[in-house]
Structures are given as structure tokens and as C-alpha cells.
């Protein structure tokens, strides 16, 4: 039985790509309850790219451009998420580090350059900024353009935790190369997609993958009849990431 359980917990899921949503693809096509059957932990947004959501211990929070934090209804579908089960491989501790200095460490000293992995950071945080794109309606812009209107939080001195992913260039498009993290307060008084922080202390976990299962939403006519021009998709999705 552990076996069995050791292969799920060894593979990341995916339901969409980041890449569709550069050129608007925004409708959700599978539901938070169907995405929770294979993940605890993740990240993604919501319908309409209705805010940014960070999955916690198999609770979905969604945080939106009004500031106001809350949990999705089973229901609810997403356009595109990213969720695994925890079975943690490495931690550490780490204190009074930038975002670009704790990056740094993580892939100086474990080698984990080319593999697709999950971060998880828990305490207590100097600085946080977030981003949180506003939810859109039809017709839907591209992603970089909703990027540009997007909502900004600042907050200092506040616990919570940071969750996301490292993807090796090799799958900028599917996911974003690179970290790509979310942040939720203990309190939920901020989240969203981490622009900046600082760690003042807190504990690091990281989980590679040797599986990434890619889901994609074939009972969706609109994703079928799309064309999806990949010329300037990789400078879209630095630009709207970022």
C-alpha cells in the first residue's frame, strides 16, 4: 500500500498550461472538486482569471483583486492549476533572506536545476508583495494585458505561507520557467502571486518530481478551435509573470 501511495506522492498534476492563457483562454473547464482528487498542495486561478488561488492542505483559497481572500466552492472550476500531494524530500531553516537570495540557495545547494519541483515556505516574513489580476469578462484580453491592471499588496512582519513551483526552461510555456510562487497570511489578510519577500525566518521544503502528469481540457470546443500562436508566447509569459 505504501508503494502505491509513494508513485502518487512522487508526480505533479496539471490541468491546463500557462500558455493557454496568453491569448485569453480564461473559461474554467474542471471543477475545484475534481482538480482536489489530485493534489492537496498547488497553485492556479480561477474562472474568468478571477484572482490567484493557493491550495493548502486540501483547502482552496482564493485571493482576489479586492483584497478580500476566500475559499472556492467545489463547484467553481479553474482554467489552469498546478496541485501534487506532500511527501516532502528536503528542508531546511532559513532566516533574513530575500527572494532572490533564498532562489539562489535552493539551486546552489541541491541540484534540482533541470528538474520540475515544489517549494513550500512556512513563518514568519519581513516584507510580502503580492499581485492579484482582476476577474474578466467577455470578451476576454490576453493575459498580458490583464497583467497590466493588475491589483499590488504590500504588508510587513506577518506570518503565512509561500507555495509554488520551480519548472526548468525546457517547460516555459506549460508552466512558467522558473519559481512560480503564491503566498497566503496566517491571518488572510494578503495573498496573490508573490512579486518580492523576505524571509525572516522560516522553514523551506522542497518536493522534485519524477512524474508531471499534463491534463488538458478536450471537451472544451473554444480550446479546440483556438489557435495558439507561440511566436512572442514565451516574452508574453515573462512579462505577465514578473
Not at 533564498?102 to 545547494?109: G, T
Not at 523551506?204 to 512524474?211: A, E, G, R
Request: glycine share 8%; hydrophobic share 40%; net charge negative.
Amino acid at each position: 500500500m505504501r508503494g502505491k501511495q509513494m508513485v502518487k506522492e512522487s508526480k505533479v498534476y496539471q490541468h491546463g498550461t500557462l500558455g493557454m492563457l496568453v491569448p485569453g483562454l480564461f473559461e474554467g473547464t474542471m471543477t475545484v472538486a475534481e482538480l482536489l482528487k489530485h493534489g492537496d498542495w498547488g497553485i492556479g486561478t480561477a474562472s474568468g482569471l478571477d484572482g490567484e488561488m493557493i491550495v493548502l492542505d486540501h483547502t482552496p483559497y482564493l485571493a482576489q483583486s479586492s483584497g478580500e481572500v476566500r475559499i472556492l466552492n467545489p463547484d467553481e472550476k479553474v482554467p489552469f492549476a498546478t496541485v501534487h500531494f506532500e511527501d516532502i524530500k528536503n528542508s531546511f531553516k532559513a532566516e533574513d533572506l530575500t527572494q532572490k537570495e533564498l532562489e539562489s540557495k535552493i539551486l546552489s545547494d541541491y541540484p534540482y536545476k533541470n528538474v520540475f519541483f515544489a517549494v513550500k515556505i512556512t513563518g514568519k516574513f519581513s516584507s510580502v508583495k503580492t499581485r492579484v489580476v482582476e476577474k474578466q469578462t467577455r470578451p476576454y484580453k490576453t493575459l498580458l494585458e490583464v497583467a497590466n491592471e493588475q491589483a499590488v499588496f504590500d504588508a510587513n512582519d506577518l506570518s503565512g505561507t509561500v507555495i509554488g513551483y520551480f519548472a526548468p526552461e525546457m517547460f516555459q510555456g506549460m508552466a512558467a520557467a522558473g519559481f512560480h510562487l503564491h503566498f497566503l497570511a496566517d491571518d488572510r489578510s494578503i495573498g496573490g502571486h508573490l512579486l518580492d519577500f523576505k524571509v525572516a525566518e522560516a522553514t523551506v521544503s522542497l518536493q522534485p518530481f519524477t512524474t508531471i502528469e499534463q491534463h488538458m481540457p478536450l471537451d472544451n470546443q473554444e480550446f479546440l478551435d483556438k489557435d495558439l500562436n507561440i511566436s512572442d508566447m514565451h516574452e508574453q509569459i515573462q512579462k505577465s509573470e514578473g
